[in-house]
């Protein structure tokens, strides 16, 4: 599938979901809406899951001696560990694990399934940083001079204000959410919080690095994964902020935002393949190996 014909399918269900949201409420109350956040959440695990497979094809553009290769695979290997994490969570949503109504009750197992194994999305933001860390020291690494522009401070600023302001309301983290929360999330998402916001700077960053190499096809990647970054950090904010007073509304707002995250690194993974031809062997321009940018 084109990038073109994904961006505009994409916008069709950021349209059709809050729709479909409005009317369940309307037709069949709080189930019913509650319904669709957890089928649009199945949903973007479907999505993550055609993002991984379209990674693995845009590692291809790559030999293994490129830095374009191993971006792309710390990238994989985010994708799969968060799958991992996402495949925990259904189990929850869907009542395929009997989850304890008092975690600090249930049994070590059931307590290391439930609470530690959230923090998996933790690690896979780890691999994450670490792909994007490669990603600016091989833009450094070719010796052009490279910085960021006023305005890049100013939106580098506005992605730190989302986890400060997350951990001003950090009280309300703990009341809304897929699954029946317990004392212990709160504590995750302000950990999540705050690594989305290391992403997301960095994703700034290296926008900025592909500005100054010409932009093109190689922004449309970047602007992508831009978005997905703030995305994904953004629906912890909303669960800080409107859950405390509209919880059917924050639990939907997490949902559609994490629709917006998936999508865009699947629009991401489709937009490389379309920047380069595969690669037999390692390239010696230093831009494409960093191509994801």
Do not use: H
Request: charged share 10%.
């Amino acid at each position: 599938m084109r990038s073109s014909v994904f961006f505009k399918l994409m916008v069709a269900t950021l349209i059709v979901a809050p729709v479909a949201s409005v009317l369940a409420w309307n037709t069949a109350g709080a189930d019913g809406g509650n319904m669709v956040v957890k089928l649009l959440f199945a949903a973007t695990v479907l999505i993550e899951i055609a993002a991984l497979r379209q990674a693995f094809a845009a590692r291809k553009l790559f030999s293994k001696s490129d830095t374009g290769y191993l971006t792309w695979s710390l990238t994989i290997a985010f994708l799969v560990i968060r799958l991992v994490a996402e495949a925990r969570l259904l189990t929850l949503t869907f009542d395929l694990f009997n989850l304890p109504k008092n975690i600090t009750a249930a049994s070590p197992g059931a307590f290391f399934y439930v609470v530690w194994l959230r923090y998996l999305y933790t690690v896979s933001d780890v691999l994450f940083i670490g792909a994007l860390l490669t990603t600016v020291r091989a833009y450094q690494s070719t010796g052009l001079k490279f910085g960021l522009q006023g305005r890049d401070y100013i939106y580098i600023a506005l992605v730190c204000a989302v986890p400060i302001t997350t951990l001003a309301f950090r009280g309300n983290l703990g009341l809304a959410g897929l699954i029946n929360t317990d004392q212990y999330i709160a504590t995750y998402r302000l950990v999540a919080v705050f690594s989305g916001g290391i992403i997301a700077s960095l994703c700034l960053v290296v926008r900025r690095y592909v500005a100054q190499m010409g932009g093109g096809a190689v922004a449309r990647v970047w602007n992508s994964v831009v978005v997905a970054g703030i995305a994904r950090d953004a629906s912890f904010l909303v669960l800080a902020v409107v859950s405390k007073f509209w919880k059917p509304g924050s639990e939907f707002g997490e949902q559609y935002l994490l629709w917006i995250f998936a999508s865009c690194w699947l629009l991401a993974a489709i937009c490389q393949q379309e920047l380069l031809p595969r690669v037999p062997q390692a390239s010696p321009e230093p831009a494409g190996s960093v191509a994801i940018g």
